[in-house]
């Protein structure tokens, strides 16, 4: 059987709230009949259907990707200037695991991004941060969203 040519790499779930509606057993289904060989979860800011999301595509033969879109905190030289002093809104930037050391890098970063941030700001991180936690990751600019 042929491999697809594409595997998704941004996918977010039902567990990406208010961004995303898609159940891990239904995608897992389209991945395997679309011959789909990999697909990423990377739900903005959590990892709660990583255990269910490994699971339902393992099951079916398809190798489950886990990631996080983290929100990048801009630094000071970012601010900005022309009005009222705000800061710029957070920069998306999409981790990918490659390992197990990759996969406690992301639950730290996850974590960091909640409990360093106050309310009532988008939790986010550093990019210090992700430099001291980078083993076993791949980083993804973001898109349109991102830092580059």
Known sequence: MALADFVHLRVHTAYSLSEGALKLDPL???CRDLN???VAMTDSGN???AMEFSLACAKRG???IV???????RESSDVDHTGPARSLPPDQLVLLVTSLQGYWNL???VSRA???TEPPETPQIGLDAVEKRSEGLICLTGGPSGPI
Request: charged share 15%; hydrophobic share 55%; with cysteine.
């Open 47 to 49: 990892l709660f259907g």
């Open 107 to 109: 639950v730290d970063l």
């Open 36 to 38: 789909m060989p990999a």
């Open 28 to 30: 897992a289904d389209l």
């Open 114 to 116: 909640f409990l360093d």
């Open 62 to 64: 398809v190798q489950p």
């Open 67 to 73: 990631g996080c879109q983290l929100f990048l905190r």
